[in-house]
């Protein structure tokens, strides 16, 4: 598989604090990434280092083959909104639009496809995350597993070539962390690479691949192959992984 993303000695300091040190991490395309370590290791640093959101120290960042920790803030601003997709622990929609209004509006911004193309992205997007229904409901009006729904039709308006999630299921209660995880596995099995911060196993055993980070270093890795596998397996996955981390010291 290609590689979509790299990082080359990457390293990142707050003054005089050395948060990230010496990654380097290959992301090839399709890859279901989670990366996880103890608080404060680093882990929300590597993922806005890796989607150009902060800039590094030193080192490198390749996305698409091109080095994006050179390019200035405009540039990078572009690069995020037509090739990355981003969803938070919280959804930050704009409360004064609708759930359809604030799938559609990076679309209008990035100007990279037709107003055809953005509305029958959105409309195919919510149909599969469920929230059709409530397209044009004000934002106020939906539980929080939509509101996290909506935040990933956004993140996919642009049809981007990578997603990104910190802690995308971090504020949600069991039954909705799940619906958002069925989305996220979806997602990457028709091809998208998804890369999340997680501290929970269970969302973490979806992916294809845990990196554990400690201490800001890429500690360990544990490759796990894709989520599509029998319920019994599912369950052994999950446990092999909690063994796995345990012995990181999680
Ligand atoms: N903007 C900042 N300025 C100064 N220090 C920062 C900044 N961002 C992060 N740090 C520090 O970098 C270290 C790593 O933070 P980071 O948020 O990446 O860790 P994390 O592994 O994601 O933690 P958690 O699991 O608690 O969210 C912490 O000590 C944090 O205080």
């Known amino acids: 598989?290609?590689?979509?993303?790299?990082?080359?000695?990457?390293?990142?300091?707050?003054?005089?604090?050395?948060?990230?040190?010496?990654?380097?991490?290959?992301?090839?395309?399709?890859?279901?990434?989670?990366?996880?370590?103890?608080?404060?290791?680093g882990k929300s640093t590597l993922l806005y280092n890796l989607s150009g959101m902060d800039k590094s120290s030193s080192g490198n960042v390749l996305f698409c083959g091109k080095d994006i920790s050179m390019l200035n803030d405009d540039m990078?601003?572009?690069?995020?909104?037509?090739?990355?997709?981003?969803?938070?622990?919280?959804?930050?929609?704009?409360?004064?639009?609708?759930?359809?209004?604030?799938?559609?509006?990076?679309?209008?911004?990035?100007?990279?496809?037709?107003?055809?193309?953005?509305?029958?992205?959105?409309?195919?997007?919510?149909e599969k995350t469920g929230i059709l229904s409530v397209a044009d409901h004000d934002i106020k009006k939906v539980s929080g597993g939509q509101l996290q729904r909506a935040a990933i039709c956004r993140a996919l308006i642009n049809q981007p070539d990578i997603l990104f999630g910190d802690e995308p299921t971090g504020a949600l209660n069991s039954?909705?962390?799940?619906?958002?995880?069925?989305?996220?596995?979806?997602?990457?099995?028709?091809?998208?690479?998804?890369?999340?911060?997680?501290?929970?196993?269970?969302?973490?055993?979806?992916?294809s691949r845990v990196i554990y980070l400690m201490d800001g270093k890429l500690h360990n890795e544990l490759k796990l192959g894709k989520w599509d596998i029998s319920e019994n397996k599912k369950i052994y996955r999950e446990k092999w992984l909690s063994e796995w981390l345990e012995k990181q010291g999680f």
Do not use: W
């Not at 090839?28 to 290791?41: P, R, T």
């Open 175 to 207: 039954s909705a962390t799940r619906e958002i995880m069925d989305i996220l596995n979806t997602v990457n099995r028709e091809g998208k690479t998804v890369i999340i911060v997680t501290h929970d196993a269970k969302v973490a055993a979806r992916a």
């Open 1 to 41: 598989m290609k590689t979509l993303l790299e990082t080359q000695n990457l390293c990142k300091s707050f003054e005089d604090i050395k948060v990230l040190k010496n990654i380097n991490l290959k992301v090839s395309e399709g890859e279901f990434i989670a990366i996880m370590g103890q608080s404060g290791s």
């Open 76 to 126: 990078m601003s572009e690069v995020r909104l037509k090739q990355m997709g981003f969803i938070f622990q919280n959804s930050y929609l704009l409360k004064n639009l609708s759930i359809r209004d604030n799938i559609v509006l990076p679309g209008f911004k990035a100007r990279k496809l037709t107003r055809e193309q953005i509305n029958c992205n959105a409309n195919m997007l919510m």
